[in-house]
């Protein structure tokens, strides 16, 4: 049973645009949430994190929301470059668990 | 933060034999963390290894077919026992962090 699910395994954009990403999960319990970005031939690597004590999280070019009521998640990068084309892991736990469940990745491609 | 170093980055082995993963860390962590990334799938995680006690399986992944070492709190090691073609997959180790998990750069196992 995926706990964590991303549902669209593809986005294609074009430079400068938006680019949105979705993840939604079904444990209630899950109060922390992380964006990895993933390149070929290389491991995740962090991108951004929220608790479920906020809604929304800033960094630079990207931001995450958080929609407890819906339990769902959404990456938004603005605007999107080349370089942002990767696979994108959403992950979340439970508190006070070591344990991340990840979902399947979305492969996002930027479009010069 | 620290940086982690898994190697092989790629094999090719034959069904019936082992393969062994290492991962080192430049620094000391308490806790590492091996994970499964098969085909189109999300990441899964196999095993938890601390230091100096046996390392804690998820439910579907047994010591026999995934044993890991952990000597000391910078390096640790996942065996493939046995492979089958079923086996093959990405394979990472990672340690968290205050945010979530750094990985390594992952084992891209293919079993012929």
């Known amino acids: 049973d995926q706990q964590v699910k991303q549902n669209s395994p593809s986005l294609s954009v074009q430079e400068g645009r938006i680019s949105i990403l979705n993840c939604d999960y079904t444990n209630s319990m899950f109060d922390y949430f992380l964006w990895y970005k993933k390149y070929p031939a290389e491991g995740p690597t962090f991108l951004i994190s929220?608790?479920?004590?906020?809604d929304k999280n800033e960094d630079g070019r990207f931001t995450v929301f958080l929609n407890k009521s819906a339990k769902h998640l959404s990456l938004h990068i603005v605007p999107s470059q080349p370089g942002d084309s990767a696979v994108y892991f959403c992950a979340a736990r439970a508190y006070n668990f070591n344990k991340f469940y990840f979902g399947s990745g979305t492969k996002l491609n930027v479009k010069p | 933060s620290a940086v982690i170093s898994q190697k092989p980055s790629r094999d090719i082995c034959q069904r019936g034999t082992s393969l062994t993963i290492q991962c080192q860390v430049d620094s000391q962590v308490t806790m590492m963390f091996w994970y499964r990334q098969q085909p189109g799938q999300s990441l899964t995680l196999i095993a938890t290894a601390n230091q100096g006690s046996e390392a804690t399986y998820e439910s579907g992944f047994v010591i026999d077919k995934f044993p890991i070492s952990r000597p000391n709190l910078t390096f640790s090691t996942l065996t493939v026992s046995n492979m089958s073609p079923e086996d093959s997959s990405i394979y990472l180790c990672s340690f968290e962090e205050n945010y979530g998990y750094t990985f390594g750069s992952g084992t891209r196992l293919t079993v012929v």
């Open positions: 929220i608790s479920s004590i906020k």
